[in-house]
């Protein structure tokens, strides 16, 4: 006869409604631990899109993404003749707004050269970009469809492919336009301040720089030695794949990424006193039983078994609502929620812990409860 | 009557809690032999030691002296002599409460089979037994109905069960009818009393209903922890 079932069973309707309590700090927990991936994931996404092994950037600065970074376009064509390197190309990055359907889209505007590394790695939907001019590839959250037109700076734009998981560290979803679009979009004027500049001569006020340069090297080139020797060059820098993204972690989104660390660590702690307390609660209610059990001759394995099976189910069941209603909710985030496997499991370790602890403080209450108080004294 | 009819036998047994000018003595060298068939009554004023006898008997609490001797098997003697006074309750003793105490999340015929599963009984075995003890006591029909809508004789009935589930000798009962109208008071005792003629066992009861003193074969009388007269 399974004790602890036929208990929980007898108040199922308490049971449960404590178990979906539970089920929604769980929710709680999880979504803390999906923002904080998410962060993480959405701060890389941009650095990885591109899998460049090398980052040629601006003397003096960290750019293009912690920093600044602006250096002639042709720098590309240095760098892809340096000895490792199989291939090279321009990259620029800016965040517009623009109104698409009566609503304001805050974008991430990628420039880059088709048939040079830069784009994304993948096209979900559509094709990638086939003229020179006037065509992008966007991002999924930003609700563009293939076929729709959208106005950027002066020109009107046709979205021809859709991507995934292309955004800035601020969570802007990303939109691609080829190199030379994104360079006019960069610098052309209005027509009234245009003509202005013209009429005092100053010409075509178009800079030929990009945000940096990225190269994939050959197999078995020296990432190092490549960067050494474009440091040689005084006017750029170079960083690897690896110290740009160390760079894009510990300096942009590192504050947010620690906040929301340390409000997660609150959040856990909150949820396990919140699970001690229950089970415990749990227990204490049925002390006065567990007197008659050990009186009529219950072992105390009978007695460990009720507790802990139940702390057990109420945590399981508690993690379960909880998974079951994060993954029904994440994607109604305005930014994304990231979840592993590897989280779950951590956080399913972490409730045993805390269910078999919290259960342990009930077990010694009920151990040391005296039989003789079955019988009133 | 033989040696092996003495179901419960206590010799000077005492009970002391604290020391000095707090000592209370609860039980003060206390004899006391019950024989197998027997029903008798522990009366006396609150705080005379009732319930501490009535604990010591069923191995709840320690004696601070003497010998304790239950079913021909002595438990206690200075110390307590077997470590599983747990299994020796489930085998040997049955509790009847004054609140019937029955465990409100089984039903009936669970409350019952609950000591046999304890006991080792496999749980078909458990439950037919549960049956033919509900059904003796006239609650079979109420075996799958939970506590709560079984009215005081009911419950009280399915906790006499219960006590006699693992057919032991020696039943402890604290105030048994407390809860019931002196009629069904009357039959609770009656039942007891052929429950101990046919499993030649001993019932000792804490009471105070008056009303039922004649139902049980002897009345003992404690005061200040010592028995005055039996």
Same mark, same amino acid.
């Given at each position: 006869m399974n004790l602890a079932i036929k208990d929980i069973r007898h108040g199922l309707f308490r049971f449960v409604l404590t178990c979906f309590g539970l089920g929604l700090l769980m929710t709680v927990v999880l979504a803390m631990i999906g923002i904080y991936n998410g962060l993480v994931a959405d701060a890389l996404a941009v650095v990885k899109a591109p899998?460049?092994?090398?980052?040629?950037?601006?003397?003096?600065?960290?750019?293009?993404?912690?920093?600044?970074?602006?250096?002639?376009?042709?720098?590309?064509?240095?760098?892809?003749?340096? %000895?490792?390197?199989?291939?090279?190309?321009?990259?620029?990055?800016?965040?517009?707004?623009?109104?698409?359907?009566?609503?304001?889209?805050?974008?991430?505007?990628?420039? @880059?050269? %088709?048939g040079h590394p830069g784009? %994304?790695?993948?096209?979900?939907?559509?094709?990638?970009?086939?003229?020179s001019h006037f065509e992008l590839l966007a991002d999924r959250k930003t609700g563009l469809v293939p076929g729709d037109t959208i106005r950027l700076g002066r020109d009107r734009f046709t979205v021809v492919g859709l991507?995934?998981?292309?955004?800035?560290?601020?969570?802007?979803?990303?939109?691609?336009?080829?190199?030379?679009?994104?360079?006019?979009?960069?610098?052309?004027?209005?027509?009234?301040?245009?003509?202005?500049?013209?009429?005092?001569g100053v010409g075509d006020l178009r800079p030929a720089t990009v945000a940096a340069v990225i190269a994939l090297l050959e197999p078995g080139a020296d990432v190092a030695l490549l960067t050494a020797t474009v440091r040689q060059w005084k006017h750029l820098s170079a960083l690897?794949?690896?110290?740009?993204?160390?760079?894009?972690?510990?300096?942009?989104?590192?504050?947010?990424?620690?906040?929301?660390?340390?409000?997660?660590?609150?959040?856990?702690?909150?949820?396990?006193?919140?699970?001690?307390l229950i089970i415990y609660t749990m227990t204490m209610e049925k002390?006065?039983?567990?007197?008659?059990?050990?009186?009529?001759?219950?072992?105390?394995? +009978?007695?460990?078994?009720?507790?802990?099976?139940?702390?057990?189910?109420?945590?399981?069941?508690?993690?379960?609502?909880?998974?079951?209603?994060?993954?029904?909710?994440?994607?109604? @985030?305005?930014?994304?929620?990231?979840?592993? %496997? @590897?989280?779950?499991?951590?956080?399913?370790?972490?409730?045993?812990?805390?269910?078999?602890?919290?259960?342990?403080?009930?077990?010694?209450?009920?151990?040391?409860?005296?039989?003789? +108080?079955?019988?009133?004294? | 009557m033989t040696p092996h009819d003495i179901l419960v036998d206590v010799q000077g047994v005492a009970k002391h809690y604290g020391t000095g000018e707090t000592r209370v003595d609860a039980l003060r060298s206390v004899d006391l032999r019950v024989h197998a068939g027997e029903v008798i009554a522990l009366l006396g004023p609150s705080g005379s030691g009732k319930t501490t006898l009535l604990n010591v008997v069923g191995c709840i609490l320690a004696p601070t002296a003497g010998r304790v001797e239950l079913d021909g098997d002595v438990v206690f003697d200075g110390k307590w002599l077997r470590s599983d006074l747990r299994r020796l309750r489930l085998?040997?003793?049955g509790f009847i409460f004054q609140a019937h105490n029955l465990l409100p999340f089984l039903t009936a015929e669970e409350n019952v089979s609950v000591v046999l599963d304890l006991a080792g009984w496999p749980a078909e075995k458990g439950r037919e037994r549960a049956r033919e003890l509900l059904d003796y006591l006239e609650v079979g029909h109420r075996a799958k109905v939970k506590p709560a809508l079984l009215s005081g004789g009911e419950a009280q009935r399915v906790a006499i069960a219960r006590a006699l589930a693992n057919?032991?000798?020696i039943i402890l009962a604290d105030e048994p009818t407390a809860a019931l109208d002196s009629g069904r008071a009357q039959l609770v005792l009656d039942l007891l009393r052929k429950l101990a003629s046919d499993q030649k066992a001993c019932i000792i009861a804490v009471t105070h209903d008056e009303k039922i003193f004649d139902r049980f074969d002897r009345l003992i009388h404690l005061r200040d922890g010592r028995l005055v007269d039996s």
């Open positions: 899998a460049a092994d090398v980052w040629v950037v601006e003397a003096g600065t960290q750019g293009p993404f912690a920093e600044a970074s602006s250096i002639p376009a042709d720098t590309r064509d240095a760098v892809a003749r340096m %000895p490792g390197v199989a291939e090279a190309g321009a990259i620029t990055y800016q965040t517009i707004e623009a109104t698409h359907a009566g609503e304001t889209l805050r974008l991430y505007v990628i420039g @880059f050269e %088709p784009g %994304p790695q993948r096209i979900s939907e559509g094709r990638g970009l086939g003229t991507v995934e998981d292309a955004m800035n560290s601020g969570g802007d979803p990303a939109v691609y336009v080829t190199l030379a679009d994104a360079m006019t979009l960069q610098t052309a004027l209005d027509p009234a301040a245009a003509r202005v500049q013209t009429a005092r690897s794949q690896a110290e740009q993204e160390q760079l894009l972690l510990a300096s942009v989104v590192d504050r947010a990424r620690r906040q929301i660390g340390l409000f997660l660590g609150i959040l856990l702690s909150v949820s396990a006193v919140v699970i001690a002390l006065k039983q567990i007197a008659t059990l050990k009186l009529i001759g219950a072992p105390d394995r +009978t007695i460990i078994g009720l507790i802990v099976q139940q702390a057990l189910i109420l945590g399981a069941s508690g993690l379960g609502i909880g998974l079951v209603l994060i993954l029904l909710v994440k994607d109604n @985030f305005p930014r994304r929620v990231v979840l592993e %496997p @590897f989280n779950a499991l951590v956080l399913t370790g972490i409730i045993l812990v805390v269910c078999l602890v919290a259960s342990g403080l009930g077990v010694r209450a009920a151990l040391k409860v005296d039989p003789a +108080t079955a019988l009133g004294g | 085998d040997k003793i057919r032991p000798r």
